[in-house]
Nanobody
Framework: VQLQASGGGLVQPGGSLRLSCAAS????????MGWYRQAPGKQRELVAVITGGGTTNYADSVKGRFTISRVGAKNTVYLQMNSLKPEDTAVYYCHAMAPFDYWGQGTQVTVSS
């Protein structure tokens, strides 16, 4: 399984970004996929996940601001991030459980004025 993440960048507080993760290889619609992030000096943490059935789960810190979605046929996962805050600054990693852990290369998100 290969995961290719894109869409990071520099944005001002209150702005929006959309991350994309394109999965290829032996990954199927029923595999859970998601996004994690790691800020400097901190451990990697869950941001949002989506199951093959469409059930979603979010970290409390992003609820109401971030939305995860999935195009099943293409095994592509998106993370729409709105009302971004400086504390959202981190490297964001795409993840798939298929059935083992697979990680994308990470994309930097910087929220700063």
């Amino acid at each position: 399984v290969q995961l290719q993440a894109s869409g990071g960048g520099l944005v001002q507080p209150g702005g929006s970004l959309r991350l994309s993760c394109a999965a290829s290889g032996r990954i199927f619609r029923y595999n859970t996929m998601g996004w994690y992030r790691q800020a400097p000096g901190k451990q990697r943490e869950l941001v949002a996940v989506i199951t093959g059935g469409g059930t979603t789960n979010y970290a409390d810190s992003v609820k109401g601001r971030f939305t995860i979605s999935r195009v099943g046929a293409k095994n592509t996962v998106y993370l729409q991030m709105n009302s971004l805050k400086p504390e959202d600054t981190a490297v964001y990693y795409c993840h798939a459980m298929a059935p083992f852990d697979y990680w994308g290369q990470g994309t930097q998100v910087t929220v700063s004025s």
